[in-house]
Structures are given as C-alpha cells and as structure tokens.
C-alpha cells in the first residue's frame, strides 16, 4: 500500500517568508510525528499528534512554528518568517493504533521521503 | 531526559567483513530501542526494534543488535556487508510515557569494495 507522503520534495525560499508543509499519513494511522533533520542538529523532534490533537509540542524550536492535522489525517506544518537556521529536510511519520510491546502499548513509525527546505 | 551517543559519525568497512555500529543511551525508564537506516535520498526505514524479551533482536538484511541493559548499549551488527548496506544507520529510544522517538546523530556506512 502507499506510504507517508510529503510535498513538496524540495523548497527553497527567500529569508522572512512563510512555508507549508504537507505529510499525508498512511491510511488508519492515528498518529502522526514530525521530525526535522539538519546538519548541526541531527534527528530532532518537533511535534506529535493523536488524532487532531497534539499532545506533545515540545520539539517547536520557536513560536514561529505551527501545525495543523486535520479529519486525522493530512497535517501541515507552518513556519512564518522562514530563518536561514530553518534550513534542514522535515520528516513526517505516522504510526498506526499503539501496540502491546511488553511492557506498554508503543507506536511503530513509518517515515515519509521528507521535504527539503533551503532558506536563502 | 533520554539521549542516545552514537560515537562513530562514520565507519569505512571492506566489503564482506563484519562491522558493528555503536550506541549507548541514558534513560531514566525502561525504553524502546530501534535501528533505522536512510539510504541515499530516501527516507528512514525501519532495520529492527527492541521491545522486551530476548536480548538480541534481529532485523532485515541480515542485521542483527544486542540490548545490554548494564552497560546501556545496543550495538548494531552484521557479519558480512555489502555494497547495498551503504547509508546512514541512527539509533533511536523511546521511552515510558513518550511517544516521540530521540534519535542519535547518525553514523555514515561506507562499503569499500
């Protein structure tokens, strides 16, 4: 079946504008994660959902990022006055209903291919 | 807080000989512990995972890892690599109470043929 998608693929935009980005989730996935990856900083979290709402926001490194998960399903992620320093590529994951592991229920992640954003 | 060290950011191995990719994490919990790879502009993708039970888990393309809880490692392991196993392996945790996985920052495997 098809996996998590992202768009666009690449984007490269100019300092202090605002960008979108779109993860389609796979189908009956509840959750949904985004990660941004960046030379400096490796595999950082950003923010988590569960159905429409987002539990764990902790990973926004500023309030000049935003997301959004609509119908649990596609979420964007915003960011307004784009930053050179926000260059990095941006993953989505989604997970399906947590599953008994153990000692707790956990969440397999599925990663999408990632958005590439160049701030010049 | 949970991290995870990954103390090689690249190893360069002969193709066909073993090679084994480090990581220690800190928790304070019980954890989680996975393997992803990301090949050359793709995206990450699952080798294995470590939930509970037998300390040594093994995953796809032969890969196989260890969770030693004592000295809070889980190494990465293969007996023969090939050409196709070049791309960056990351280590990642979770722990109780958290859904978002730490990641380590990588580490680059290169196949010499």
């Known amino acids: 079946g098809a996996g998590v998608s992202q768009s666009p693929s690449n984007k490269v935009t100019e300092k202090g504008k605002d960008v979108e980005l779109r993860c389609d989730p796979i189908s009956g996935h509840t959750a949904l994660y985004w990660y941004r990856q960046s030379l400096g900083q490796g595999l950082e979290f950003l923010i988590y959902f569960q159905g429409n709402s987002a539990p764990d926001k902790s990973g926004l490194p500023s309030d000049r990022f935003s997301a959004e998960r609509t119908g649990g399903s596609v979420s964007t992620l915003t960011i307004q006055r784009t930053q050179q320093e926000d260059s990095a590529v941006y993953l989505c994951?989604?997970?399906?209903?947590?599953?008994?592991?153990?000692?707790?229920?956990?969440?397999?992640?599925?990663f999408g291919p990632g958005t590439r954003l160049t701030v010049l | 807080a949970q991290s995870v060290t990954q103390l090689d950011s690249q190893v360069p191995v002969f193709e066909e000989a073993p090679v084994e990719l480090r990581c220690n994490y800190s928790?304070?919990?019980?954890?989680?512990l996975f393997w992803y790879v990301q090949y050359p502009n793709q995206g990450l993708q699952l080798l294995l995972k470590?939930?509970?039970?037998?300390?040594l888990v093994k995953g796809i393309n032969g890969f196989e890892a260890e969770f030693n809880k004592s000295q809070t490692s889980f190494h990465l392991r293969k007996p023969s690599v090939h050409i196709s196993d070049t791309a960056e392996y990351f280590c990642?945790?979770?722990?109780?109470?958290?859904?978002?996985?730490?990641f380590g920052t990588g580490t680059r495997l290169t196949i010499i043929p």
């Open positions: 470590y939930l509970s039970g037998s300390t």
């Open positions: 990642a945790v979770s722990d109780f109470g958290n859904e978002k996985l730490t």
């Open positions: 928790s304070s919990v019980s954890v989680y």
């Open positions: 994951a989604s997970s399906p209903p947590a599953r008994r592991g153990g000692l707790r229920y956990y969440n397999e992640q599925f």
